[in-house]
């Protein structure tokens, strides 16, 4: 059974500070996702990581996978106050199956 | 304008009585999903379909039934709603999910059960 957990689930940080979120899964996965979702609003895609060593980066966003420690992180630059909201990821199971595994998010709390 | 659509967006019912939300899309996707959010649980998927006559179970699919007989449409049916299925609940639809497209999600219905 695919487990996905992240950590931290709640994010308190100061405008201008880095931080980084993971996200551990338990077996074997061909893609993971990246997701944001702003108070009383839809999910917004952020990235799709197919491959170990993948990174992909998007503003103050960077997303990266490593399969082998079947982990990824989203690293957050100089946050501001805009990125506030709720981060999760999600695995999908391995081959073209359409099931996806949400982590349980993170929210986060970006002060002025 | 690419989007999913889902209806309807709010909705009170009470126990047992049948519902149907919609969902359907305008990008031509293979794959569509049902997914349900609940407080402090994150999302889980219901059901999911790879294409038109394809669905298959996801993590919670009890009291739930889906059918896909047209590409865009993948609706969901509770036949007999309970208190318990009371949540927020999301239609998606990609691209093949194998080959890393990202899915689109609907604005969401949200649903209390009485």
């Known amino acids: 059974e695919l487990k996905v957990e992240q950590n931290p689930l709640f994010l308190s940080m100061q405008e201008g500070k880095n931080y980084t979120i993971y996200c551990n899964y338990s077996t074997t996965s061909d893609r993971l996702y990246w997701y944001r979702q702003d108070p009383g609003k839809s999910l917004e895609s952020l990235f799709v990581?197919?491959?170990?060593?993948a990174v992909k980066q998007e503003g103050r966003l960077m997303a990266s996978l490593d399969t082998k420690a079947r982990l990824s992180t989203l690293h957050i630059t100089a946050a501001v106050h805009d990125l506030s909201a709720t981060y999760f990821c999600a695995v999908g199971l391995g081959g073209s199956q359409g099931n996806l595994i949400f982590g349980k998010g993170t929210k986060l709390s970006v002060k002025p | 304008e690419a989007q999913v659509t889902q209806n309807p967006r709010y909705l009170i019912t009470v126990t047992g009585k049948k519902l149907t939300v919609t969902c359907s899309q305008n990008m031509n996707h293979e794959y569509m999903s049902w997914y349900r959010q609940d407080p402090g649980l994150g999302l889980r998927q219901i059901y999911y379909s790879m294409n038109v006559e394809v669905t298959d179970k996801g993590d919670v699919p009890e009291g739930y039934k889906v059918s896909r007989k047209e590409k865009r449409n993948f609706p969901l049916i509770l036949e007999s709603p309970s208190p318990n299925q009371t949540s927020l609940y999301f239609c998606?639809?990609?691209?093949?999910?194998?080959?890393?497209?990202?899915?689109?999600f609907g604005p969401g219905t949200r649903l209390t059960v009485t």
């Open positions: 998606a639809s990609s691209r093949r999910p194998g080959q890393g497209y990202e899915q689109y």
């Open positions: 990581l197919l491959s170990n060593g």
